[in-house]
């Protein structure tokens, strides 16, 4: 059983091909062995199913995914710690401040609480996304997403793109007095798409680096996470 960070020192992770999650395992444990999988949720069932002793991944999408798979757990202490934040054109300046007011205002009054209590339950999947009337009276607010991010983004039941992520870009083009369009794409397009001008802004549990802070403008942040660790609970 493993209940401690430390113990995963020499162990073997299941990590999603294409992310940089198996480089930052390796920054604090350069003796760990990978697997690779399509997908997150591949990679947690295959902690679940033993053929791997842990899932490295971003915190909040690992919780998302044992709160719906019994027997999973997220330890506590954490691989790194990083800054979620929505991306802009760099002299978009204006739109930056707007996220930004419209973050600061939902943690002042209620809510961000709301909001993070509907999109990060201890158990069970996020409840349904509320509806957030847009006047479309200013124009058309573009936002590019990947939506294989729940709970930040991700497709519905009705096939509707939503999350924590969604919900925000809403309340900044409600804030905007325009309409919202939900651009989905792989991730690894979004910050091209936003360079060109695709969209207006971008979000998918992004993570800030000072990397990608070169091309883009980041909002302040919204979310902090990072990479965590999925490993099996205890056992009955």
């Given at each position: 059983?493993i209940?401690q ?10 990590v999603?091909t294409?992310?940089?999650a198996?480089k930052?395992?390796?920054?604090k444990?350069?003796?760990a062995?990978?697997?690779y999988?399509?997908?997150v ?9 033993g053929k791997?002793d ?5 915190e909040?999408?690992l ?7 019994e027997g999973?757990?997220?330890?506590k ?15 978009n300046?204006a739109l930056k401040a707007?996220?930004?007011g419209v973050v600061q205002?939902?943690k002042q009054?209620?809510?961000?609480q709301?909001m993070?209590?509907?999109w ?8 349904p ?9 200013a124009?058309?607010?573009r936002?590019g997403?990947?939506s294989?991010?729940?709970p930040?983004s ?5 096939q509707?793109?939503?999350?924590f992520?969604?919900e925000l870009a809403?309340?900044v083009?409600?804030?905007?007095g325009?309409?919202?369009?939900v651009v989905?794409?792989d991730?690894g397009?979004?910050?091209p798409a936003?360079?060109s ?11 800030i680096?000072?990397e990608r ?10 979310y ?5 660790a999925?490993?099996?609970?205890a056992q009955?």
């Amino acid at each position: 059983e493993i209940t401690q960070l430390s113990q995963l020192a020499d162990k073997s992770f299941a990590v999603p091909t294409g992310t940089v999650a198996d480089k930052l395992v390796l920054s604090k444990f350069p003796q760990a062995k990978f697997q690779y999988f399509n997908t997150v949720l591949d990679a947690a069932l295959a902690v679940k199913t033993g053929k791997a002793d842990a899932a490295a991944y971003d915190e909040p999408i690992l919780r998302n995914i044992a709160a719906k798979n019994e027997g999973l757990v997220v330890l506590k202490d954490m691989i790194t710690v990083d800054h979620y934040g929505f991306a802009v054109q760099p002299q978009n300046r204006a739109l930056k401040a707007a996220i930004d007011g419209v973050v600061q205002t939902l943690k002042q009054n209620g809510g961000y609480q709301e909001m993070h209590t509907r999109w990060f339950p201890e158990k069970g999947s996020p409840a349904p996304m509320p509806e957030i009337a847009l006047s479309g009276g200013a124009g058309v607010l573009r936002l590019g997403t990947a939506s294989v991010t729940e709970p930040f983004s991700f497709v519905d039941g009705s096939q509707r793109v939503v999350g924590f992520d969604i919900e925000l870009a809403r309340r900044v083009a409600q804030q905007q007095g325009k309409t919202l369009e939900v651009v989905n794409m792989d991730f690894g397009a979004l910050i091209p798409a936003l360079i060109s001008g695709k969209v207006d802004m971008i979000a998918a549990c992004i993570t800030i680096t000072e990397e990608r802070a070169q091309k883009v403008l980041f909002s302040e942040p919204y979310y902090t996470g990072g990479i965590a660790a999925l490993v099996r609970g205890a056992q009955p």
